[in-house]
Nanobody, 124 residues
Framework: HVQLVESGGGSVHPGGSLKLSCTTS????????MGWFRQVPGKEREAVAS????????YCADSVKGRFTSSQDNAKNTVTLQMNSLKPEDTAMYYC??????????????????WGQGTQVTVS
């Protein structure tokens, strides 16, 4: 059973910063890639960032490029999403995701199929 444990959401004013973290098992962490998605009610889930954990390569969606940065901590099997210069349109439920070879969400060269419980980010 794959578990992705997220933390770090909250409420900030525009221009503020938040840092999200996602911890998982060593096997899942090293498997292929992990990523972050977000979703607001009534809209489709949107890809935000991904990180290829074996080598550390990262990719960000155009909407957050230059403001969000993904990174990893190999000692803790944790990926993080540093979010700076937050805007009201960044308000969403943010989900950590991990590679699954039968996953249905394909983005940035990764097939995502495991999901965290979500953490709310509110910018207002």
């Amino acid at each position: 059973h794959v578990q992705l444990v997220e933390s770090g959401g909250g409420s900030v004013h525009p221009g503020g910063s938040l840092k999200l973290s996602c911890t998982t098992s060593l096997v899942t962490y090293r498997d292929n890639c992990m990523g972050w998605f977000r979703q607001v009610p009534g809209k489709e889930r949107e890809a935000v960032a991904s990180i290829y954990t074996p080598l550390g390569g990262t990719y960000c969606a155009d909407s957050v490029k230059g403001r969000f940065t993904s990174s990893q901590d190999n000692a803790k099997n944790t990926v993080t999403l540093q979010m700076n210069s937050l805007k009201p349109e960044d308000t969403a439920m943010y989900y950590c995701a991990a590679y699954n070879f039968i996953g249905t969400m394909n983005w940035a060269g990764c097939r995502f199929g495991y999901w965290g419980q979500g953490t709310q980010v509110t910018v207002s």
